[in-house]
T-cell receptor, first 116, second 112 residues
Framework: DAGVTQSPTHLIKTRGQHVTLRCSPISGHKSVSWYQQVLGQGPQFIFQYYEKEERGRGNFPDRFSARQFPNYSSELNVNALLLGDSALYLC???????????????FGAGSRLTVL | AQTVTQSQPEMSVQEAETVTLSCTYDTSESNYYLFWYKQPPSRQMILVIRQEAYKQQNATENRFSVNFQKAAKSFSLKISDSQLGDTAMYFCASYNNNDMRFGAGTRLTVKP
């Protein structure tokens, strides 16, 4: 079975542009979470989606948005890019909510965004 | 809010030796979960071990074990018989209410 897949793997944007990152969860996983990992730091929680609804949001500005599709894949959108948005963006999927599955995260390899 | 602190930015260990990575956390919740993740240069975060806070028994996964001290809010990772492939960044994390918080990480180097 394929793991969590993310695209693109690398991309370069300029300040003020918009970016869309994509994530396909493990088959059967209904929850997707997004994390931002700045170089030299631990991942920071951005969003969690379950059954197409937002279930959690980290401390990020409204320039960051996301959605989950009926097939449980997800997109992360960032508008008006800033230099500080340069980071590795990680997607993680999990089976579902509650004690049994929400926290068993499987991560993708990430999308490396560079903002110039 | 949850916070996770890893006070050792870098550590090294000789192959086949044992090393312990430290982690402290702070949460006001009674029901939470703790994790250690490994991130090799390939960037992919890999789950090493998981501990449920309501379980007193320390989790063990082969060469990896934890020392969970709930009252002290401490969650250290012990790696026995260290192997070259254990070289990576190690992140401690806590989870509660759909929110996973990570520490800043410890860079572990296993020397031959």
């Amino acid at each position: 079975d394929a793991g969590v897949t993310q695209s693109p793997t690398h991309l370069i944007k300029t300040r003020g542009q918009h970016v869309t990152l994509r994530c396909s969860p493990i088959s059967g996983h209904k929850s997707v979470s997004w994390y931002q990992q700045v170089l030299g730091q631990g991942p920071q929680f951005i969003f969690q989606y379950y059954e197409k609804e937002e279930r959690g949001r980290g401390n990020f500005p409204d320039r960051f948005s996301a959605r989950q599709f009926p097939n449980y894949s997800s997109e992360l959108n960032v508008n008006a890019l800033l230099l500080g948005d340069s980071a590795l963006y990680l997607c993680a999927s999990s089976p579902g909510q509650g004690r049994s599955g929400a926290n068993v995260l499987t991560f993708g390899a990430g999308s490396r965004l560079t903002v110039l | 809010a949850q916070t996770v602190t890893q006070s050792q930015p870098e550590m090294s260990v000789q192959e086949a030796e044992t090393v312990t990575l430290s982690c402290t956390y702070d949460t006001s919740e009674s029901n939470y979960y703790l994790f250690w993740y490994k991130q090799p240069p390939s960037r992919q975060m890999i789950l090493v071990i998981r501990q449920e806070a309501y379980k007193q028994q320390n989790a063990t996964e082969n060469r990896f074990s934890v020392n969970f001290q709930k009252a002290a809010k401490s969650f250290s990772l012990k790696i026995s018989d260290s192997q070259l492939g254990d070289t990576a960044m190690y992140f401690c994390a806590s989870y509660n209410n759909n929110d996973m918080r990570f520490g800043a990480g410890t860079r572990l180097t296993v020397k031959p």
